[in-house]
């Protein structure tokens, strides 16, 4: 089952809500206003891009998104303290995280990708 974490309010969210609905793939929406991810969900999300990011540490560059407010709060940390501090506030992450399963995840629009999940 593929899950999508996001907020009602992001537009990208939103596109990829919709991308699925139109090609009748189900999927599990769950708003992070509501309902963050538990620490072994945010644990699989990081270790599957990490196998295609190359490391621990670009696939939190890669979740961590540049557009947010509180980005520079984020961008000078240790990297070693830039994934403790993406799980805590889980409003720093590119949205929509995709999930299909415990191995294949994305953070933004990827449909190329999302393709392939069918």
């Known amino acids: 089952m593929i899950q999508i974490f996001g907020t009602t309010k992001n537009f990208d ?12 793939i189900p999927f599990q ?16 999300v990081v270790d599957s891009l990490a ?9 939190v ?3 961590a998104d540049k557009k ?5 709060s984020f961008a000078y940390l ?5 994934e403790e501090k993406l799980f805590e506030n889980q409003f720093l992450l ?3 995280v995709c999930r299909n399963g415990k191995n294949a995840t994305t ?5 190329k990708i999302w393709e392939s999940w069918r």
Request: aromatic share 8%; hydrophobic share 35%; charged share 40%.
């Open 94 to 96: 590119r949205l929509p």
């Open 61 to 63: 560059a890669l979740l």
């Open 29 to 44: 929406f769950v708003d992070l206003k509501e309902k963050t991810m538990s620490r072994g969900e945010f644990e699989s």
């Open 68 to 72: 947010s407010k509180d980005y520079a």
């Open 13 to 24: 969210t939103k596109k990829a809500q919709m991308w699925f609905k139109e090609r009748r």
């Open 51 to 59: 196998r295609t990011a190359g490391s621990r540490a670009d696939a």
């Open 107 to 111: 953070c933004g629009l990827e449909m």
């Open 78 to 82: 240790d990297d070693a303290d830039k």
